[in-house]
């Protein structure tokens, strides 16, 4: 049965990267040994298939019901990124079309950025919607380009390292007006906000298991009844020959029991106490911590998600510093990190190489309490203090 609050894997310290991954719900440590024991082959004929074939069969379920569509709908597979490649590639892989052009946001996750880039080189033309310093679309752009030969326009639903929501509601009559298909990565929504696909209109959208408590390498993806696909990964006839590869029985059944349980959670009263806690910090950082900048700030965003840069403030740094004081946020996208480079999402915002290198982004979560900011707040002024400090007493040193 699953429970009535949210319980979730804990680790000593504060966890404020939720955005890059979310910890494991700890129903699930009940629920896995027994689904351990299912290790029959879904697509086998005899009875060792049968509880994982249920399995996967109410993941799919659950997930459609929540989502507003057809079971037929929702192809499991390892992820975002792999979804979001599946698309744009199937869509430019489509033969007999003439449409060549994409449009896409140029804030989107790098598994968009990249599969476009992709198509590109095969002759796509790709339109990159500009974003101002608030991470707003330029919504007139994208009805300039928009023409009989756009293929698709992909635009997330919410960005991951600002949290700004783009809209995606907004962008569908478009799509529709041009006869063009329309995807969106909804990654950062999902169980973050409500989400009627159905009534959104989109033809295909992308999901992470671990975005949402559940397990990595796990995930789905939305291909509207009418959307055309083809699939990536040729194999067997798993999911309709939509996505070849035996099932990640464990992942799709851990996606569809945390999908059931967010319906027993009251999720709007546990994200109204979240964002309270985000807004806390990001008054009292403004307040007490001169030179803040909170990116975004008047634009719509995630209620979990907060960005700002600390001028003079080099990221990687004051990351270190908070990661051995037992903090964990991240400088941008967390798949970035190792990359000196700063944040494309940043430098497409407008703001400057300098700029992005003193961003932090804190993004809460199912757990994340008050206490928790008040001391992340408390540790955090008193770093950025001694971090300025061992500055100015170098730049004395060099005058
Ligand atoms: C908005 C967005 N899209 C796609 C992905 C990729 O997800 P995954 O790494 O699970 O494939 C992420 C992960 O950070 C994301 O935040």
Known sequence: MVSKTPMITTLDGVYLDHNATTPVDTSLYEFIPNWLSQFGNPSSIHQASRGPRTLIREARHHIAETLGVSPLEIVFNSGASEGNNSIIKSVWDRKGVERNEFICSSVEHPSVMKAMQAIQKKGA???WIPVNRDGELDMAFVQRVLSHKTALISVMSANNETG???????????????????????????GKQALNLKELGVDYATFSGHKFYALKGSGFMYLKKTAPF??????????????????????????????????SINLTGVWADIQSHRDFFE???????????VTAQKSPRLGNTSHVMIQGIDAETLLINLDLDGFFVSTGAACSSGNPEPSPVLLSMGFSRQEAQTSLRISLGWNSKRSDMERFVERLKDIVARLRQMKKEWDDVAL
């Open 125 to 127: 033309v790709i339109h």
């Open 164 to 190: 700004t929501l783009f809209p995606v509601a907004q962008l569908v009559p478009l799509a529709r007006a041009a006869g063009a298909l329309i995807h969106s990565d909804c990654v950062q929504v999902f």
């Open 230 to 263: 083809v699939s990536l990964i040729d194999g067997g006839a798993q999911e309709r020959f939509r996505r070849g590869g035996t099932e990640n029985t464990l992942g799709v059944a851990a996606m569809g029991h945390i999908v059931q349980k967010m319906k």
């Open 283 to 293: 008054t009292e950082v403004r307040t007490h911590i001169p030179g803040v900048h």
